[in-house]
């Protein structure tokens, strides 16, 4: 089942027009690669679908799980069940790693206040505890201020703050390895690893193709707004992408 579909997407900031029709789908459970150099889109195209301004959608569609969400907001999409892990990582940084854990986890709401029609299966929400399995670091450093961490440490505690949203379906991560050590971005890759592992969908956005394509089960490349090809890792690794890729 598709879970999420663009179709044909134009964004824009003011007057400059980022995304030019981008048009992509993941179904439930896969884990898709969004590729492209810097200032190819890939962060516009996640806000887009977060419901985040700006951009501005214009024209075009987002769909998730059925519902068009194309001009819902931010807290609505995230209700619905999409987490975001930005570039940037915007954490709380004068308070702990726990203290950060427990302010993720969002009062539901009701299916009346997004609008959603039907019923559909529930998404999942994960425990601090698993939360310290999955990143022992971060148990470690639980009574620590996520200030005062490392970029690795603090991209982990990112990862995991989003991980704790109530009904989550869909996992958003924008660059999760840039700047990473090499030892790091091993740790961080094999918990994604584990989390698409479990069934939860993910759309990793990136510019190391190397990185990505370990995880990813599809790909789309992105250059200037445009979705400029698409295929599975064997097609995409086939492919003389070096023009669109960090590589």
């Known amino acids: 089942m598709t879970l999420l579909e663009l179709d044909g997407v134009h964004s824009y900031y003011g007057a400059s027009h980022i995304l030019r029709g981008v048009s992509l789908e993941i179904d439930e459970g896969e884990v898709v690669s969004l590729l492209g150099r ?32 194309t001009d819902w907001p931010a807290d609505d999409v995230v209700r619905a069940g999409v987490g975001v892990v930005p570039e940037g990582r915007r954490l709380f940084t004068e308070l702990t790693v726990e203290e950060n854990l427990e302010m993720s986890k969002i009062t539901r709401g009701t299916w009346n206040t997004i609008r959603r029609r039907g019923s559909r299966n529930g998404g999942s929400t994960m425990g601090i505890e698993e939360l310290y399995e999955l990143f022992p670091r971060l148990e470690e450093r639980r009574d620590q201020r996520s200030g005062t961490l490392s970029g690795g440490e603090q991209q982990m505690l990112s990862i995991a703050r989003t991980l704790r949203l109530p009904n989550l379906k869909l996992l958003l991560l924008d660059e999760p390895t840039e700047g990473l050590a090499p030892q790091i971005v091993d740790d961080v890759t094999e918990a994604i690893r584990q989390i ?35 295929g599975t890792v064997p097609e995409l690794k086939a492919e003389d992408l070096d023009q669109y890729l960090v590589v």
Do not use: C
Request: proline share 3%.
């Open 196 to 230: 698409a592992d479990e069934g939860l969908t993910v759309l990793l956005i990136e510019q190391n193709v190397r990185e990505a394509l370990k995880l990813a089960d599809r790909g789309y490349v992105l250059d200037q707004g445009d979705i400029v090809y698409e």
């Open 38 to 69: 810097n200032g190819a889109g890939k962060t516009t195209t996640v806000r887009s679908i977060a419901g985040v301004e700006p951009p501005e959608v214009r024209s075009g569609s987002v769909r998730f799980d059925g519902d068009d969400v």
